[in-house]
């Protein structure tokens, strides 16, 4: 029986009732005297008699009292954390000594209540509310639990911030960055793969996700004409992996080389190694080469192509003096024909100073052209430089690409250093036309004012004594 308070009452024919007594659990005897209460869960031991007053004792009586005030509990094994397959809970209710468990039932997401069975099913993604709750044989019911079911079965994606195509940085530690997206469960970090000139060199860098990105810095140091890519992935909080993202393969070029008014994804660099010399190169080259500083990257040789030292309104060169006995480039990330090479991945500035000269399919494979740097170098005192002139497209590039590049100066000093030519109507001049430097033309114009003075100052008359 399921009861608290318990009654006993004693009846004799004869002389009467005279006491009656109790024990509970088998404790100490005690006198009844209106009722007995029982305010312990369980299943108690109550023994009882009574006594007349001739004396006679009852033969003792043994009852068991059944207590049940308290609810059931259940318990789940539901995990605490996200996800990324689909998720069985169990339920487990238990209620102590009491009465035993009678139901339990759920409900998801705020649903209808349901009888549990076996287990709960969770396979669609979702932070999933499940409440439940159990109900005891004595008809107590269990507070209603809340738990959350977390499910992501979805990879994530990854956006990049920057550099999404190949190019140039100035900096010798470019920094990659790139938006890792998710949902339900959101980023967690992200994965790089490193990349340098062509070789794998570091995998799987845990890159932390802060402020809604992932930043990469490359390190050690880059130095000039390295480049770097780097393969990225993002990580969620149910583990789930996006697919690889790779960034543009991005070339550090040294500062100070190459100047204008705007940025520029060509720059003029001496290539190291004397001309002419042999190297070492992959072998998915298809031409011959001459010296690289990167022996992955193939340079093919340009044709017709003249450096005039000129003035340009938009064009200067900085800190930069060729050398005899040296090779240059101009050095074209990320372009893969000779048009793009030319309408492309020239800076805006550069672009009026560049044309085609002659056609690449009259290169002769093998062929060396030149460029001439006409006019006067200063610190050298070299009046004429020349040199091979190459255009690295990319590494499997075909196309030559033949330039006309006029670089500016500042048109006061070098005006002082051009020829000039000055037409004369005397026949004995082999073509009429006498080439002559500004400096000297100036000089000749200072001689013919002062022969001029001398011929046209008229003579003083000469003064007599007494005159």
């Excluded at 309408?343 to 494979?365: A, H, N, Q, R």
């Amino acid at each position: 029986m399921w009861q608290e308070s318990i009654h006993l009452t004693c009846s004799d024919a004869t002389s009467g009732c005279s006491i009656t007594q109790y024990r509970i659990d088998e404790g100490s005897w005690q006198t009844y005297d209106t009722n007995i209460l029982l305010t312990a869960d369980g299943n108690h031991q109550l023994d009882f008699n009574s006594m007349d007053v001739a004396g006679n004792i009852e033969s003792t009586q043994t009852i068991w009292i059944a207590i049940d005030k308290t609810a059931p509990t259940t318990t789940h094994d539901a995990p605490n954390d996200w996800q990324n397959t689909d998720v069985n809970v169990h339920l487990t209710c238990s209620d102590g000594t009491g009465s035993g468990c009678s139901l339990t039932q759920y409900r998801i997401d705020n649903g209808p209540w349901q009888t549990y069975d076996t287990n709960i099913l969770f396979s669609t993604d979702g932070n999933h509310q499940l409440d439940f709750n159990s109900k005891d044989a004595v008809g107590n019911i269990e507070s209603t639990n809340t738990i959350y079911v977390l499910v992501d079965k979805n990879k994530p994606t990854i956006t990049l911030l920057n550099y999404t195509e190949d190019g140039t940085t100035s900096s010798s530690y470019p920094s990659f960055e790139a938006q890792p997206i998710d949902s339900p469960s959101g980023p967690d970090y992200c994965l790089v793969d490193v990349y340098k000139n062509g070789a794998l060199v570091d995998t799987n860098v845990v890159v932390s996700y802060l402020n809604e990105k992932c930043t990469y810095s490359i390190s050690p140091k880059l130095e000039s004409g390295d480049y770097v890519k780097v393969t990225w992935r993002a990580v969620d909080l149910a583990g789930n992996v996006s697919e690889d993202v790779n960034s543009g393969q991005i070339t550090y070029l040294a500062t100070g080389q190459i100047g204008g008014t705007g940025g520029s994804s060509s720059i003029i660099t001496p290539i190291l190694g004397q001309l002419g010399d042999p190297c070492e190169v992959d072998a998915d080259c298809e031409s011959p080469l001459v010296c690289s500083p990167d022996t992955n990257t193939c340079q093919y040789e340009v044709t017709s192509v003249e450096a005039l030292i000129d003035y340009a309104p938009n064009t200067k060169v900085v800190g930069f003096i060729p050398n005899i006995g040296f090779n240059y480039s101009i050095i074209v990330v990320n372009k893969t024909d000779r048009e793009l090479a030319i309408e492309t991945s020239l800076s805006d500035e550069l672009k009026p100073f560049l044309k085609l000269t002659k056609e690449v399919d009259s290169l002769i494979p093998g062929q060396a052209d030149v460029i001439k740097w006409n006019g006067v170098v200063r610190d050298s005192n070299i009046e004429e430089i020349t040199g091979t002139v190459y255009i690295i497209v990319d590494k499997k590039a075909t196309a030559r690409i033949p330039l006309t590049l006029r670089i500016g100066h500042a048109p006061l000093l070098d005006l002082l250093h051009k020829q000039v030519y000055l037409k004369c109507p005397f026949p004995f001049i082999p073509g009429g036309v006498i080439p002559i430097t500004v400096g000297g033309l100036a000089i000749l114009g200072i001689l013919t004012y002062l022969l001029f003075k001398v011929f046209t100052t008229p003579v003083p008359k000469p003064r007599w004594a007494g005159e």
